[in-house]
């Protein structure tokens, strides 16, 4: 069964950096678009990042040029490496397939940007 575990998450001051991690088990990772997303409190889930079979990135304005997704299929793992982070980053991150597979949502991490 395909799980997907994310960590990486924290408490980082505004301007900090974190990378997440996200590792797939139980799967064949490499021939899947992987994304990451994101829950603020009182919003919708929403894609800001991802990665296609062969590296193409795509990214939601919110994050382009702060935000770097990556994956090592031979480690059947995808990164969200974020900088400049701001306030408005706080949510819980999740990866996920794109488009998502319900069975696959995990717990995700938390990643809470304050000062």
């Known amino acids: 069964q395909v799980q997907l575990v994310e960590s990486g998450g924290g408490l980082v001051q505004p301007g900090g950096s974190l990378r997440l991690s996200c590792a797939a088990s139980?799967?064949?990772?490499?021939?899947?678009?992987m994304g990451w997303y994101r829950q603020a409190p009182g919003k919708q889930r929403e894609l800001v990042a991802h990665?296609?079979?062969?590296?193409?990135?795509t990214y939601a304005d919110s994050v382009k040029g702060r935000f770097t997704i990556s994956r090592d299929n031979a480690k059947n793992t995808v990164y969200l490496q974020m900088n400049s982070l701001k306030p408005e980053d706080t949510a819980v991150y999740y990866c996920?397939?794109?488009?998502?597979?319900?069975?696959?949502w995990g717990q995700g991490t938390q990643v809470t940007v304050s000062s």
């Open positions: 139980g799967s064949i990772f490499s021939i899947y678009t």
């Open positions: 990665i296609t079979t062969i590296g193409s990135r």
């Open positions: 996920n397939q794109v488009p998502p597979q319900y069975p696959l």
